[in-house]
């Protein structure tokens, strides 16, 4: 029954359009699979091989890897396939003088790429879906997955160099009040709830500087307090003395916070877009506007992304549909990777001022679509002619 729903519904989609996605479809396809096993190849297969002569990993827990691995290079190839499919597809129906024949009997050069860009359209919504549903599911999996093989702890909570600021009113020598630091908390390593070689610096008592350190921490939730053990409390007083204690236990009053912070993915990867969007509150919270900043850019990337498919679907069919165009697959390919290479540095010198600050974070992560898209507007207006 569905498959009779299916095909009424093709047979509503004009002929040419059907034409020419079936043309799209098989250089997709081929493109897809060339870039996947390529960028596989370079980015896991050579580790994991080295991993099983040197570490001893069983070669099915490696297979394993590799497929748990494999939704995050297909990301990255389904943009870069696009491309390569548009440009030889449309090359070759304008190497057989087809498109030829269509413009002869009125049909536009833009009515002839809007299949490539309906299909574009589908890929940057499957992209999407993969890279914020499935990449961070699948890379956690296979980080798990690899540590466990190779008899490494896999740690649920963990992280290193724990970092959160706390910023409130603080009372001045003069009596008035302005928002500062209060506190700030350092930790060396966070590992399964315990925090390691712990630092707190406290500016909240006027006049008075405290600092506390710790062999570990631990968040009391039956008290809402830190909990600390096996340190010493050093306090510097407003006329320059300084006293210290020792302690065993001692309670602290600060949010767990930075238990959160610990949790973060360090991979903006391997976060959804609302984990992102957590994390960078909770960063912006703590007062770490660098990271928060990046991560920014990072969400941002995570819908140019996929929007790439689309810029490339433009910029491909429109190079294809230029009149006597001859294109061979093996040119086909050499062209879209320079297209590529040129986008992605145009991205990351972006993406770079953004994490700098130089740029906002959306116009640095939307600057390279932007440009991109009005390259492939031009290079249409070509292809019009």
Not at 39 to 57: P, Y
Not at 120 to 135: G, P, Q, R, Y
Not at 207 to 230: H, I, R, Y
Request: charged fraction near 15%; proline fraction near 5%; include cysteine.
């Amino acid at each position: 029954m569905w498959l009779q729903q299916i095909r009424a519904w093709m047979r509503r989609i004009p002929l040419l359009d059907r034409w020419l996605l079936g043309e799209l479809i098989g250089p997709l396809l081929f493109a897809v699979a060339a870039f996947t096993v390529v960028s596989l190849s370079l980015g896991v297969m050579f580790e994991l091989v080295r991993k099983i002569v040197e570490s001893g990993l069983p070669v099915l827990i490696a297979i394993q890897v590799l497929l748990q691995r494999l939704p995050s290079f297909l990301v990255i190839s389904f943009p870069m396939a696009t491309l390569m499919a548009t440009l030889l597809a449309y090359s070759r129906l304008s190497a057989n003088s087809e498109l030829t024949a269509l413009r002869s009997v009125g049909v536009t050069a833009t009515r002839m790429i809007a299949p490539a860009l309906v299909l574009a359209v589908l890929m940057t919504s499957l992209t999407f879906v993969f890279n914020d549903v499935v990449v961070p599911r699948a890379n956690r999996a296979a980080e798990v997955t690899l540590r466990r093989a190779l008899g490494k702890a896999v740690a649920t909570e963990k992280g290193d160099n724990i970092v959160y600021s706390r910023f409130g009113r603080v009372e001045q020598p003069d009596g008035s009040t302005s928002k500062g630091l209060v506190q700030l908390f350092y930790a060396r390593q966070f590992r399964d709830g315990t925090m390691n070689g712990v630092t707190v610096l406290d500016f909240s008592r006027p006049g008075f500087t405290q600092m506390l350190v710790s062999k570990s921490a631990q968040w009391s939730k039956q008290d809402a307090k830190w909990e600390f053990l096996n340190g010493q409390i050093l306090t510097l007083t407003p006329s320059g003395s300084t006293t210290s204690a020792d302690f065993d236990r001692y309670l602290y009053p600060l949010s767990a916070a930075p238990i959160r912070i610990a949790k973060l993915p360090k991979d903006a990867n391997d976060m959804t877009v609302a984990e992102a969007l957590q994390a960078e509150e909770l960063l912006r919270q703590a007062g770490d506007i660098k990271e928060a900043r990046r991560l920014q850019v990072r969400i941002q990337e995570k819908f140019t992304l996929p929007t790439a498919c689309l810029v490339f679907a433009l910029i491909g069919a429109s190079l294809g549909a230029k009149p006597n165009n001859r294109t061979s697959r093996s040119q086909g390919f050499g062209i879209s990777v320079v297209l590529i290479l040129v986008y992605y540095v145009l991205s990351f010198s972006f993406s770079s001022l953004g994490v700098k600050g130089t740029l906002p974070p959306l116009l640095a992560a939307w600057s390279p679509v932007l440009i991109s898209l009005a390259g492939g507007g031009f290079l249409l207006r070509q292809a019009s002619r």
